[in-house]
């Protein structure tokens, strides 16, 4: 026994190591909450949360390895960004991830949260879970903002001095919020943008993650690994560009704003008060969402059984596509007058909101009167929210499989070192998320390897 | 426990109409059943009574006594604690002004241009009250704009929308003050919103530079007149 190889002893002495950090670990918060590592393929629908906190946390290194150049002052903030984007090594692809990945949390946050309302999870103990997710939601949206605004290029101006100018509409404490805002002037907006969007709000975020959190977490490691990659060669199929530097004696030209705020720029674009499109309704449709628990409190689950809360869910999502669609089309006529092409008819668009809303109605209700009777094998039961999938690979085949996937990574990743060196960046990323991708691919191959051998 | 047989109790679960029986039941269940009951207390008075069931974590009965008006020794001296601790946070009281910093500007006569440099129907963006820091000069909210009309009079105007606060421009392509964001088309010859959301608004009219012209031709400003972003007749 006294014969033990060196590399056996540090591997006892290594797992020694291990049990004693284990034993420690349980008396901290983490052991309250239990991780399940799933060993065959999901569908993704079960964690898209987890997924979202993952592109949170993307966003949380990459952001704070952008303040190290970033300077938040009216005069140099756009060149600080350039110097990012053009001269610091790996900053442009430092930025783009930071920006593709904050519209992949908006967007996955959103599917999240209509996923969980048609499968009816706000019930079942879970109204508090629900509560602080949209209210996440609602954060996610609202730091994304402050953070586009950060640029100092036409479209971050434009938008922050229509996020003061909302601000300042609301009745009563309305013009004291701007004021506290705007503080001396235009640079101290920006600086108070940027201590909302570094510090604040992040802060506000997870203390509410901690909450929203459930008891077991769905680590999927491969589903996070292509996330990853898919928001990196995304990044590098469309890399953000800086925008036209504001120049503060050229008032710019027509500017769009971002994907997430085109549906409120519609709204203001009919023509309504500014306070009502840009406030109130974005208000009313956060607070319907809220009190949803509430208001649908029956024992069931399906979407079938609950034809109000999912002729609702229909209803919002169709205005969001609808509202959101609608705010980028701009008459591309430049002979017109400019008021008449960023017009929009209000008539045609409440017209279409209002018949999108009774269409989501007429189906659900006519599904659930008409077609759901007659469906004889229906079974009351709920379907569990985890689907799983089987994608197994063969014994024999599985460590070739490996190896062969290896190789495939190894040459990415020299096809990528070599596209930036010789300065497509951009181009660089597309490589750098396929490795990530390939990397999913073998954890997958691992697992189930390793259910294989316990079978 | 013993709380219970200090104050009067009144059920009020439906379960419990007869007040005076199924007292003693509650409590001989109390003593069997469960595990604990937690006091409501509001500002030191017993105001209520509350039984946990440990084993199902749940609420089960809920009492309301009626206050006690004797004070206690005890509920004195956390009413003394609780008064300490409000001195001790009213300092923090007025840290809302923290938060506001207000605009200043000093209103002062300031060279713009001279005559000679502004042909006809054309415009200038000049930064209004110069401040000769960079920061501040480069402020959007200070940016007007100084218009000569075709008919060869001038006017100066607040560059901020009066709709959302983007930036207006003078287009001398079509003659009128337009803004990039929403569409509202302002007149050049008053700053009144003609078109687009702006002209909804109560106030429409841009905020205008008081214009002193001498005899060399300098053109200066001298004044604003109503508030930037709020209008002509607007107020803060
Ligand atoms: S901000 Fe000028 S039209 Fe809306």
């Not at chain 1, 060149?79 to 990945?101: K, P, Q, T």
């Not at chain 1, 992040?202 to 929203?212: N, S, V």
């Not at chain 1, 007429?362 to 994608?391: A, C, D």
Request: charged share 15%; net charge positive.
């Amino acid at each position: 026994m006294e014969k033990k190889g060196l590399s056996r002893r540090l591997l006892n002495r290594l797992a020694d190591i291990y049990d004693w950090l284990l034993n420690r670990l349980e008396r901290t918060i983490l052991m309250g909450i239990r991780f399940v590592l799933p060993k065959k393929i999901l569908s993704p629908h079960g964690f898209l949360g987890m997924l979202t906190f993952v592109t949170f946390i993307i966003l949380g290194i990459t952001g704070a390895l952008l303040m190290f150049y970033y300077k938040p002052s009216l005069t140099s903030a756009y060149e600080s960004v350039r110097l990012i984007n053009e001269d610091i090594a790996f900053g442009m692809i430092i930025r783009n991830i930071h920006y593709h990945a904050s519209n992949a949390m908006i967007f996955l946050a959103i599917y999240h949260m209509f996923y969980q309302f048609f499968a009816g999870r706000y019930k079942i103990r879970n109204e508090v879970i629900w509560i602080t997710g949209v209210i996440l939601g609602v954060l996610t949206i609202i730091e994304a903002y402050t953070g586009y605004d950060l640029i100092m290029n036409e479209r971050a101006v434009l938008a922050i001095n229509i996020g003061a100018s909302l601000t300042s509409s609301i009745p009563v404490a309305g013009q004291f919020l701007a004021s506290i805002l705007i503080g001396s002037g235009f640079s101290d907006i920006l600086i108070h943008y940027y201590a909302f969007h570094v510090f604040i709000i992040p802060l506000i975020m997870l203390l509410l993650i901690t909450i929203h959190f459930p008891r077991n977490l769905i680590l999927d490691m491969p589903m996070i690994a292509i996330i990853s990659g898919a928001i990196i060669i995304v990044g590098g199929i469309t890399p953000v560009s800086l925008g036209t530097k504001f120049d503060p004696n050229i008032p710019p030209g027509i500017t769009v704003p971002e994907w997430y705020l085109t549906g409120l720029y519609a709204f203001i674009r009919t023509g309504i008060d500014k306070f009502i499109a840009g406030v109130l309704l974005p208000t009313l449709l956060v607070i319907i969402f809220l009190i949803i628990p509430f208001i649908d409190r029956g024992p069931k689950l399906s979407w079938a059984e609950r034809p109000f809360a999912t002729g609702l869910g229909i209803a919002g999502l169709g205005q969001i596509i609808i509202t959101t669609v609608w705010g980028f089309y701009i008459n591309p006529d430049p002979t017109l007058d400019l008021a008449e092409r960023l017009m929009i008819d209000p008539f045609l668009f409440y017209g279409a909101l209002a018949i999108i809303t009774a269409a989501a109605f007429g189906f659900t209700y006519g599904y659930h009167i008409w077609v759901l009777p007659k469906r004889k094998n229906y079974s009351e039961k709920s379907k569990s929210n985890i689907k799983q999938w089987n994608l197994k690979i063969e014994g024999k085949r599985l460590l070739l499989s490996i190896i062969g996937l290896l190789g495939a990574q190894f040459i990415i990743d020299i096809m990528g070192l070599q596209m930036y060196m010789s300065g497509h960046a951009d181009k660089a990323m597309i490589w750098i998320g396929a490795s990530l991708i390939i990397f999913a691919i073998i954890l997958h191959i691992m697992r189930s390897g390793i259910e294989d051998d316990k079978g | 426990m013993k709380d219970i047989y200090f104050y009067n109790i009144y059920l009020y679960h439906k379960g419990f109409r007869d007040v005076k029986n199924n007292l003693f039941l509650s409590v001989y269940s109390l003593k069997y059943s469960f595990k604990v009951a937690i006091k409501y207390s509001l500002f030191g008075f017993k105001t209520g009574l509350i039984l946990v069931d440990l084993h199902e974590s749940r609420c089960l009965i809920k009492f309301r006594c009626k206050t006690d008006m004797k004070i206690s020794r005890r509920d004195a001296l956390k009413s003394l604690a609780a008064l300490s601790g409000t001195l001790a946070l009213t300092p923090f009281l007025p840290i809302g002004d923290f938060l506001i910093q207000s605009t200043t500007f000093n209103i002062q006569r300031q060279r713009i241009a001279n005559i000679k440099d502004i042909p006809f129907n054309s415009r200038l963006i000049f930064t209004y009250p110069i401040t000769g820091n960079t920061e501040r000069d480069n402020d959007p909210f200070r940016k007007f704009v100084l218009i000569r009309l075709p008919n060869g009079q001038f006017k100066a105007y607040s560059t901020v929308c009066l709709h959302l606060w983007c930036l207006v421009d003078y287009k001398t392509e079509r003659q009128q003050i337009e803004c990039p964001c929403h569409g509202s088309i302002y007149d050049p010859n008053t700053g009144i919103a003609i078109r687009g959301p702006a002209a909804l608004q109560p106030n429409k009219t841009l905020p205008e530079v008081k214009l002193e012209i001498d005899e060399k031709g300098d053109i200066y400003a001298n004044g604003i007149i109503g508030v930037i972003g709020y209008g002509k007749e607007g107020s803060k």
